[in-house]
């Protein structure tokens, strides 16, 4: 029964890879031999782009041209030229996303940021459900602008909105709950927090790369979000910040280093913020983190967000029907609904940790959150209908067999 019921879904998903707009978008990734990749919500896989790409910036910008790539290269306007093409794919036009630091110091400035554009109201509003780095942040940079946090969940944010009235100063959302894979409406929060005057800042880290987000034609005011994740920049690549053209002659942003200077070579004595999103930057990027980006970014060549958005449904709803074909009866954290989740499908286990370290024994990548967590990231540009129906028999067999029992699954490392 289930063996047939699975030869069933494996030739069905054939048939959708070989059908699929992006079926010749995985040749640009290096994925290793035996692997299914279901974690690219943390760490995006390598694109074949980089490595040369990062060799050349290693031996020939840095070791043979050395200084003069700042001007030569135009090191000194990659942030800014990277930032227009991760515009692209969260609806940005240019000029209004710089690449630099990370999501959470992106968060404090764009959180404090905001406040100064909203003198005088004193409520931010966040999702108590929120990555922690993004409750810690927003916490402290309304420490420092002197305001206070309401932490309201999604579900409850338009009322908690319309509550606020005239005192909203900044309303700080995800689009995708890291956690659950929840999608929430960024059209519908943004017009509720500006009917009553407020500014709303979204993390894209579990959206941008995956799905269109539309911060222009959404009216978003504020945004960040992250290079590792679905933008596959590699471990540790520099985050985005996104601010409206509207917002940028008055987006004052509390970390005023030399690089957000209008003109940093005078080396002057007082900070003076450049135009634009150029003010958004603080310090010296990581040009290898940045240019890796850069390259990685390549792989997204001819794709609309639209297309992706489409791979990723696809591929996500064939792992949910092929778990319910094969008789997996965990919980849903996440929505079953298209229009409702994001890139990941999330489901609950009270040995959640150890049925994770099951999966990766058996070359199915994923990882497990707290506290029931099994989170599976389907990066679309590189994660196949087959691997899909592949990764739903391994949690079948694994919960089957009960082989997450085995005592060397319950051994956590630093990183989970
Ligand atoms: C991954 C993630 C971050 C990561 O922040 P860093 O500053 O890069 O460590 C922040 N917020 C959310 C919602 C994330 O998913």
């Given at each position: 029964?289930?063996?047939?019921?699975?030869?069933?879904?494996?030739?069905?998903?054939?048939?959708?890879?070989?059908?699929?707009?992006?079926?010749?978008?995985?040749?640009?990734?290096?994925?290793?031999?035996?692997?299914?990749?279901?974690?690219?919500?943390?760490?995006?896989?390598?694109?074949?782009?980089?490595?040369?790409?990062?060799?050349?910036?290693?031996?020939?910008?840095?070791?043979?041209?050395?200084?003069?790539s700042w001007n030569d290269e135009d090191w000194w306007g990659a942030q800014t030229r990277v930032g227009d093409?991760?515009?692209?794919?969260?609806?940005?036009?240019?000029?209004?996303?710089?690449?630099?630091?990370?999501?959470?110091?992106?968060?404090?400035?764009?959180?404090?940021?905001?406040?100064?554009?909203?003198?005088?109201?004193?409520?931010?509003?966040?999702?108590?459900?929120?990555?922690?780095?993004?409750?810690?942040?927003?916490?402290?940079?309304?420490?420092?602008?002197?305001?206070?946090?309401?932490?309201?969940?999604?579900d409850e944010a338009l009322a908690a909105i319309a509550e606020a009235g005239d005192e909203l100063a900044v309303a700080s959302y995800s689009q995708i709950d890291y956690r659950t894979g929840e999608k929430w409406d960024l059209v519908a929060l943004t017009e509720a927090v500006h009917a009553v005057g407020g500014l709303i800042?979204?993390?894209?880290?579990?959206?941008?790369?995956?799905?269109?987000?539309?911060?222009?034609?959404?009216?978003?005011?504020?945004?960040v979000g992250c290079g590792y994740k679905y933008l596959n920049g590699g471990p540790g690549a520099p985050a985005f910040l996104y601010v409206a053209?509207?917002?940028?002659?008055?987006?004052?942003?509390?970390?005023?280093?030399?690089?957000?200077?209008?003109?940093?070579f005078e080396m002057g004595p007082s900070y003076d913020p450049a135009p634009g999103i150029t003010r958004g930057r603080v310090g010296t990027p990581p040009l290898i983190s940045l240019l890796a980006l850069e390259a990685a970014l390549t792989a997204f060549e001819g794709l609309s967000p639209a297309d992706v958005r489409a791979q990723s449904l696809s591929v996500t709803g064939t792992f949910i029907a092929a778990l319910d074909t094969l008789g997996v009866d965990l919980p849903l954290a996440t929505p079953r609904e298209d229009d409702r989740r994001g890139s990941q499908v999330s489901l609950r286990h009270p040995e959640a940790f150890a049925v994770v370290s099951a999966l990766i024994a058996r070359g199915v990548i994923g990882d497990f959150r707290e506290p029931d967590i099994i989170r599976l990231g389907f990066g679309p540009l590189y994660v196949t209908h087959a691997d899909a129906v592949n990764a739903a028999e391994h949690v079948r067999a694994v919960l089957d067999s009960r082989e997450f029992e085995r005592p060397e699954f319950a051994e956590r490392g630093a990183v989970t």
């Open positions: 029964m289930t063996a047939a019921a699975l030869d069933h879904l494996l030739a069905d998903a054939a048939e959708l890879d070989s059908a699929s707009s992006l079926a010749h978008v995985r040749e640009r990734f290096r994925l290793p031999e035996g692997v299914i990749y279901l974690d690219g919500n943390s760490l995006g896989a390598l694109p074949k782009a980089v490595p040369a790409a990062v060799a050349d910036v290693v031996t020939r910008q840095w070791g043979e041209q050395l200084i003069r093409q991760v515009g692209r794919l969260v609806g940005a036009a240019p000029g209004q996303v710089v690449v630099t630091d990370s999501t959470s110091i992106n968060l404090f400035k764009a959180i404090v940021g905001a406040t100064r554009l909203r003198p005088g109201r004193r409520i931010v509003l966040t999702d108590p459900d929120s990555f922690p780095t993004d409750l810690y942040i927003t916490d402290a940079a309304a420490r420092l602008a002197g305001v206070e946090v309401r932490r309201v969940h999604p800042c979204w993390d894209l880290c579990h959206s941008a790369g995956a799905m269109e987000v539309d911060l222009d034609a959404g009216q978003a005011d504020l945004a053209e509207r917002h940028l002659a008055d987006f004052d942003q509390p970390l005023t280093g030399w690089h957000g200077h209008a003109r940093p």
